[in-house]
């Protein structure tokens, strides 16, 4: 398992933008999904997208897509995620997530199960 720190958090006014981080205790991540995460108090965790390293294949949940970009430059550390046009509903904290895959995988699921490593999280506040 890998120990992640996510930083970058922040509080942003509606359609501001904000560069989360996600930094690994390896310098490179071959072989790994890594996947982004939020959470409201009281709500379930939310998938929100996903990055396959060995392909690269990127996955992105639909009250996410086309306003955040997950980036990762040459399998190193760290992994970015871009989040412009935020929302006061993007208000929660953020989490990387990844799991070692085997050569062949081409999956990138936005599911929990699918990750055994978790950072602390990053608070992320849209308000104005």
């Known amino acids: 398992q890998l120990q992640l720190t996510e930083s970058g958090g922040g509080t942003v006014q509606p359609g501001g933008s904000l560069r989360l981080s996600c930094a690994a205790t390896r310098f490179t991540l071959d072989h790994y999904i890594i996947a982004w995460f939020r959470q409201v108090p009281g709500k379930a965790r939310e998938g929100i997208s996903c990055?396959?390293?060995?392909?690269?294949?990127?996955n992105y949940g639909d009250s996410v897509k086309g306003r955040f970009t997950m980036s990762n430059d040459n399998r190193k550390n760290p992994v970015y995620l871009q989040l412009n046009n935020l929302k006061p509903e993007d208000t929660a904290t953020y989490y990387c997530?990844?799991?070692?895959?085997?050569?062949?995988?081409?999956?990138?699921?936005?599911?929990?199960?699918?990750?055994?490593?978790w950072g602390q999280g990053t608070q992320v506040t849209v308000s104005s």
């Open positions: 990055i396959n390293t060995l392909n690269p294949i990127t």
């Open positions: 997530a990844a799991k070692r895959i085997f050569t062949g995988y081409t999956g990138c699921p936005l599911a929990i199960v699918a990750f055994d490593s």
